[in-house]
């Protein structure tokens, strides 16, 4: 049976806020400087779309709009995290991440991808972005969202993880 999980259903884990935001759990804010940027949901007819965008004083900073939950269901797989994503003036740069943690304080990072090799910068029409990671047998946590650094505006939506077989390559 194959098990795909539509993440921005997935239900409240729980997760302390690192800043004062507009998003419902389990999204949460945080950054290097969450204060500088806001983030929120906004419904339309098509989907739900989380809308993050920079306040003055952002720049050389950056936020994320992310969830995290457990990682037991993933262990062992490669897990594809996809997303639509849209850009506005971003004078930085923004990405699609993914983050598997393990044990410890802080939490051991065991692989990672946040599109910084690959970014999205400037204005971009809706587009599908993809990361691609394997979650250790020892993973504890699944974390993931989209970031935005510097000034600007990022709108994402459709967020899809799904296990992929071995000969997808992982996109760290």
Do not use: C
């Amino acid at each position: 049976m194959r098990r795909k999980l539509i993440v921005v259903l997935l239900a409240a884990v729980s997760v302390p806020v690192f800043a004062a935001s507009n998003l419902p759990r389990p999204w949460f804010l945080a950054g290097s400087d969450p204060e500088h940027y806001d983030a929120s949901i906004q419904l339309t007819r098509e989907a739900r779309v989380v809308d993050l965008h920079s306040l003055p004083g952002s720049a050389g900073k950056f936020a994320t709009a992310m969830q995290a939950f457990p990682a037991e269901s993933y262990r062992g797989k490669r897990m594809r995290l996809s997303a639509q994503i849209k850009s506005y003036d971003v004078r930085g740069w923004a990405g699609l991440w993914m983050r598997i943690d393990g044990d410890g304080d802080p939490p051991q990072t065991l692989a990672f991808d946040n599109m910084q090799k690959r970014p999205i910068k400037g204005t971009t029409a809706w587009r599908t972005y993809e990361v691609v990671l394997d979650v250790a047998p020892t993973a504890k946590t699944v974390n993931f969202g989209f970031l935005l650094n510097g000034e600007g505006r990022v709108q994402a939506t459709a967020f899809d993880l799904q296990p992929v077989n071995q000969r997808v390559k992982p996109t760290n």
